[in-house]
């Protein structure tokens, strides 16, 4: 579990769905401030002000919805991670978030566990993921009509593949190191080298790739 002090922003228009967040995160001490906006200007206009860690986003909001608020924060606070948490749950939204870069996804309907669980998740190895995003990342990599390439795979070695799996199983950097023998420096570095090689960003980039060359995760 995080022991780091969180700000947080909840976005949802619906008031009882925002506030029924809030007293879930204050009850179990996931932040030292939490405020709640109901559309996504109202998101953009409170990080002018706000030094936020985590936003938890809902989808389909009046004004400016959860797609575009999210395109916005990532290009202007990367630092900030976003949680989306929606009742929209087809592949196509999923997979679209994942490839906007956003640190994890929820249906409305999860626990009070599962959302304890995916902010450590996000603030521990940098991304939650769950079956209904994996099967989303299987099903928009099959369908996704990329242009034919002749360019031979990436190889990684055996180490990188080690790690690579490790990430996929949401391990820490520290859990990695202890596993493999290594300091955590060292599989940082790993991380980055294996990052820069198959041109993604992130873990949501090492998962993807994770998943569409077949890694068991």
């Known amino acids: 579990m995080i022991t780091r002090e969180l700000k947080i922003i909840v976005a949802d228009d619906h008031t ?7 007293k879930v995160i204050e009850k179990n001490k996931r932040a030292t401030e939490v405020k709640g906006v109901s559309d996504g200007k109202e998101v953009l206009a409170l990080l002018k002000t706000f030094v936020c860690d985590l936003i938890l986003m809902d989808l389909d909001m009046p004004v400016m919805d959860g797609f575009d608020t999210s395109a916005e924060v990532l290009r202007k606070y ?3 991670r976003i949680l989306v ?3 929209y749950s087809e592949d196509k939204y ?3 978030l994942i490839e906007m870069g956003v640190h994890g996804y929820l249906p409305k309907n999860a626990t009070s566990q599962e959302l304890e669980k995916a902010i450590d998740d996000i603030f521990s190895s940098g991304f939650h993921y769950n079956d209904v995003m994996v099967n989303a990342m299987r099903k928009g990599i099959i369908l996704k009509s990329d242009k034919p390439s002749f360019r031979s795979k990436k190889e990684i070695t055996a180490r990188e593949k080690q790690v690579l799996k490790m990430i996929c199983e ?3 950097t520290h859990k990695i190191a ?4 290594l300091s ?3 599989v940082e570095k790993i991380r980055a080298a294996l990052a820069a090689k198959l041109d993604v960003k992130g873990t949501a980039g090492l998962v993807r790739y994770a998943v569409q060359n077949g890694l068991d995760i």
């Open 94 to 96: 999923i997979y679209h």
């Open 170 to 172: 949401e391990k820490t």
């Open 78 to 80: 990367p630092d900030v």
């Open 85 to 87: 948490l929606s009742g």
């Open 178 to 181: 202890e596993v493999i023998y």
């Open 184 to 186: 955590e420096r060292t």
């Open 16 to 22: 009882l769905v925002r506030e029924g967040l809030i």
